[in-house]
Nanobody
Framework: VQLVESGGGSVQAGDSLRLSCAASGRTFSRYALGWFRQAPGKEREFVAAINWSGETTYYADSVKGRFTISRDNAKNTVYLQMNSLKPEDTAIYYC????????????????WGQGTLVTVSS
């Protein structure tokens, strides 16, 4: 599966953004999907994940209550709605897919997009 992220940009603290990740292939619904992010000088970290049906979701503590992951299997797309953005949310955001069960573990995801940059200024 190939993944292409979009929706990044530069915003002010407190603003909202919605990231999208479009996937190729006809087996999209078989994949669990995740969003990860990498800030300058830091390791890539887990943000949110969703299982194949959308019924199970996981969030990092740092984004819980502010970010929402969702998916539309008919459109082969996963979304990350980001509200109340903070400067510490500044990072490149990556979409990832796994044929396994939904997980927060970065190394479980075999397929990755190229990333989209989110910059939040104070």
């Amino acid at each position: 599966v190939q993944l292409v992220e979009s929706g990044g940009g530069s915003v002010q603290a407190g603003d909202s953004l919605r990231l999208s990740c479009a996937a190729s292939g006809r087996t999209f619904s078989r994949y669990a999907l995740g969003w990860f992010r990498q800030a300058p000088g830091k390791e890539r970290e887990f943000v949110a994940a969703i299982n194949w049906s959308g019924e199970t979701t996981y969030y990092a503590d740092s984004v819980k209550g502010r970010f929402t992951i969702s998916r539309d299997n008919a459109k082969n797309t996963v979304y990350l709605q980001m509200n109340s953005l903070k400067p510490e949310d500044t990072a490149i955001y990556y979409c990832a897919a796994t044929r396994g069960v939904v997980t927060t573990a970065r190394n479980a995801y075999a397929y990755w997009g190229q990333g989209t940059l989110v910059t939040v200024s104070s």
